[in-house]
């Protein structure tokens, strides 16, 4: 893996990282059950993303 595809990914990781932090505090200040499963779905999503890329490290 050249230099450059491996900054690719240390960066996506980093973005996936955030997202998934991001949507952990939403869930933590959402009232609404509904609106709160959604945000949970996306952030599984986010760290299935996140393990994706990191898996090509």
């Known amino acids: 893996m050249s230099p450059k595809e491996l900054a ?3 960066d996506a ?3 996936e990282s955030f997202l ?3 949507c952990t505090d939403a869930v933590r ?3 609404d059950p ?3 499963s959604c945000v ?3 952030q599984q ?3 299935q993303i996140f393990n ?5 490290i």
């Open 8 to 10: 690719y990914i240390e």
């Open 13 to 15: 990781l980093s973005h």
């Open 20 to 22: 998934k932090n991001q």
């Open 29 to 31: 200040n959402l009232q």
């Open 34 to 36: 509904e609106l709160k």
């Open 40 to 42: 949970e779905e996306i």
């Open 45 to 47: 999503k986010h760290q």
């Open 52 to 56: 994706d890329f990191y898996s090509l």
